[in-house]
């Protein structure tokens, strides 16, 4: 998409606002992802994924929380947010005093995004679109991984696990943001942290959801 495009929809549907569970920050976001996702296919002319990224999802939020709370876990580390979305857990990893954080998406639109929000926090994040889960090396010299909602289809929630679970073998600390999704593994995780947040109905078809922060183990 070209950013003219990207741009025009950022106009016309999201606006800046301040994450329930993570108030220090601004995001930009819509709770309209299905108009987004239709405009974007009429600017395009054929099918996309859906706008994944103009949202704060729960899991996202629930590590952002935490690493503001528990800043010495990220302070001075290299930090990878893996399918990071509009960027949320990374930014939080910025504010937090990460030596280097980057910001990782397979989707060019959710970079664009999380590039946006660092801008309109004046934070400095690295903004990366390869594809982690089956790239060489597996997994990067990286101190901190955040995986925010990452477990909602099962092809990809399995690619993640097995991902993360090599991460935390090769000595990162591996955090995982999620509020109950269908698959996220049910072994080798200890419960951190437990959050409630406030959600839009039209997307999430609750009102409220109660993440998680898991440590994966290694």
């Keep these: 998409m070209s950013e003219d495009a990207f741009g025009e929809l950022v106009r016309r549907y999201t606006r800046l606002c301040h994450p329930p569970l ?3 920050l601004l995001i930009r976001e819509s709770c309209q992802l299905v108009p987004i996702w239709e405009d974007a296919e009429r600017l395009l002319g054929h099918t996309v994924e859906p706008p994944y990224w103009a949202y704060t999802w729960a899991g996202s939020q629930a590590l952002a ?9 990220v302070a001075g580390k290299r930090t990878l947010d893996l399918g990071c979305g509009n960027g949320l857990a990374a930014l939080a990893a ?3 005093g990460a030596f280097q954080v980057i910001a990782n998406d397979i989707d060019p639109w959710a970079i664009r995004m999380a590039g946006l929000n660092a801008e309109a926090n004046g934070l400095v994040i690295e903004l990366e679109t390869r594809d982690r889960l089956t790239s060489e090396p597996p997994v990067p010299p990286i101190d901190v991984v ?6 909602y289809a099962r092809a990809m929630s399995a690619q993640v696990a097995s991902w ?9 600390i591996v ?3 999620d509020p109950g999704r269908a698959y996220l593994p049910e072994a080798g995780l200890e419960r951190l942290a437990d959050y409630e947040v406030q959600v839009p109905a039209e997307i999430e078809s609750v009102t409220v959801r109660r993440p998680v922060v898991w440590l994966v183990s290694g």
């Design 22 to 24: 993570c108030p220090e």
């Design 146 to 151: 955040l995986a925010g909602d990452l477990f």
């Design 65 to 73: 929380r935490y690493l503001l709370d528990h800043a010495g876990l």
């Design 175 to 177: 955090l995982v943001g």
């Design 94 to 96: 910025a504010r937090a």
């Design 164 to 172: 993360v679970r090599e991460a935390a073998r090769r000595g990162a």
